[in-house]
């Protein structure tokens, strides 16, 4: 007995420097500052091999009920709205973010700090505002300078709250190596556990690639052999296990972004031709419409054996990835996040196949071309408006003869991910970036 506990004290005393030299707990608040609201999340961090986070608080989208463009009030309309009318313009000016927008989440969060045992001071978080995909057009729209103010704006008010720790940021993410590979991270842990999370079963499944679609851009992130000429290979490592990928962005290629400019084409003879890809017989007057452009100026008259409507989404595609992915040589399977999910799950196939009779796009075609009085919420849902031409243009994204992600192999794809592949919880760039950085 003895010996035995000889060697149990000899063990704590090789493990004591190691836990004496534990890193310490990190406060930081994540705010996803997207194009349809701001969020922020809360989190205490314990960095180590395998970071453990724990969600302290989640806001409620920072919106201000009533204004004039409330279901799409990303800070990026405070950096301009061209060609808005002046009210609107003058109610979205940079001086209002503030009030508007972040103080409401400045106050939600030290609310939440001041309830901690022991409380914790805002100067003691370090705050990440990281704007994503709306910001990106903003720069494109706007101007760099006015995205600067924009930021320079939001810098004061923090410091004005109390929030003043050296490590804040605010700024606006890269669609590639951060917020997609991000996203890789997050659903390689939660999907096939690819970086050992402790406690978790070992699903023995090899690491996915993802692609993302979302409002405003398209990322694509895969692993890769080793980095070689790759101009978009990055190296990550996370609990002693190490990935090389590929990761790409694309702007404008998102959903929203997509059926904002096809509500803008006009068609052969100048005309808007929008409606030709909502579904056949739906009531113009019903349209929810997208904030900003214009409403459908016909009822619905979808006909897959008319061309206009995917040769809209091909010069769109074309436009903005003229050189698409090459996956010939890519073996690994690939999972779909962000809207896609939706679009997906809308025809029934959120696990394919994406082509051939029983295929996704068969399915937008023979539902879209069904009369719209066979799907009655089309009149009161704007998602079940939308998924018409949304269904067009990611089934022409992901399988285009051209420019399709999966022309060369639609095998590739195995699923869209929702709640139930991952235990329930919703997937995530920022548990990818806390992840990735306070790795150890």
Request: glycine letters at 10%.
């Amino acid at each position: 007995m003895r010996h035995c506990l000889r060697a149990i004290a000899a063990l704590a005393l090789l493990l004591w420097p190691l836990a004496a030299q534990a890193a310490p707990s990190v406060y930081t608040a994540i705010v996803d500052a997207g194009s349809g609201g701001t969020r922020l999340y809360l989190y205490k961090v314990t960095p180590g091999p395998y970071p453990a986070s724990e969600l302290l608080l989640q806001s409620v989208v920072a919106d201000v009920p009533g204004t004039p463009y409330e279901e799409d009030d990303g800070i990026d309309n405070y950096a301009c709205l061209p060609g808005a009318d002046p009210a609107i313009q003058a109610f979205y000016a940079a001086a209002n973010v503030n009030p508007f927008v972040m103080a409401p989440l400045w106050e939600a969060m030290k609310g939440k700090l001041a309830t901690l045992n022991p409380p914790v001071a805002p100067a003691d978080v370090v705050v990440k505002v990281f704007a994503t995909a709306g910001m990106r057009t903003a720069a494109e729209v706007c101007g760099q300078p006015a995205v600067d103010n924009l930021y320079s704006v939001i810098r004061a008010g923090m410091t004005g709250a109390g929030l003043t720790n050296a490590g804040n940021e605010v700024r606006t993410i890269d669609g590639g190596a951060e917020e997609g590979l991000w996203s890789f991270v997050n659903a390689n842990d939660e999907y096939v556990n690819a970086f050992g999370r402790p406690a978790a079963p070992r699903l023995g499944k090899a690491p996915v690639g993802i692609l993302e679609v979302g409002g405003s851009s398209v990322q694509i992130v895969y692993p890769i052999a080793q980095a070689g000429a790759d101009p978009y290979a990055l190296h990550i490592r996370i609990n002693n296990r190490a990935l090389t990928v590929h990761a790409q962005s694309w702007l404008h290629l998102g959903q929203d972004d997509v059926r904002k400019a096809l509500r803008k084409n006009r068609g052969i003879g100048g005309g808007l031709m929008a409606y030709k890809c909502w579904a056949r017989g739906f009531d113009k007057a019903n349209d929810a419409g997208d904030v900003g452009y214009p409403a459908l100026s016909a009822n619905g008259a979808f006909d897959g054996a008319n061309p206009a409507c995917v040769n809209f989404m091909v010069s769109h595609i074309r436009a903005y990835m003229p050189t698409p992915p090459d996956l010939s040589a890519v073996t690994a399977r690939f999972v779909g996040l962000g809207g896609m999910k939706f679009t997906l799950d809308g025809f029934g196939r959120l696990a394919g196949p994406l082509t051939g009779a029983q295929g996704f796009g068969a399915a937008v075609d023979a539902q879209c071309s069904k009369d719209a009085a066979s799907w009655p919420e089309i009149n009161t849902s704007a998602n079940a408006q939308r998924a018409c031409p949304n269904g067009v243009y990611l089934s022409t994204l992901l399988t285009n003869a051209q420019y399709g992600v999966f022309r060369q192999n639609p095998l590739l794809f195995d699923r869209a991910l929702v709640a139930r592949d991952v235990g329930g919880k919703s997937l995530s760039w920022i548990a990818g970036y806390l992840l990735l950085t306070y790795a150890q």
